[in-house]
């Protein structure tokens, strides 16, 4: 998959640096990945992936310190990071218009 702004996972790692390793994980996954539907996801990532409307997952990240929201085209194989942030600041936004 081509993840779009990995800039933002290391804006994010560089303020909360306990996020680097696992969105570092993360993304080395997802690159790799080639998924064309939800299973996919689900088969790779277990429970600490879930879903929301408009193709967009959501990943418990770092022993679910962090969230982060991404939307997938997976016709095309693109991914794209819509959020990335604490749980507590996930509690604060709507995943399904982010």
Known sequence: MQVIAKRTLREFWLRHPAAEV?????YARAVRAR???????RAQFGATVDFVAGNRAIFDI????????VKIDYQVGL???RFV????????IDAKTV
């Open 79 to 81: 991914v794209l990071v």
């Open 62 to 69: 770092g022993g679910n310190k962090y969230r982060l929201v």
């Open 35 to 41: 998924w064309k539907r939800p299973s996919d996801l």
């Open 85 to 92: 942030g604490s749980h507590a600041a996930y509690d604060r």
């Open 22 to 26: 696992p969105l570092k994980l993360w």
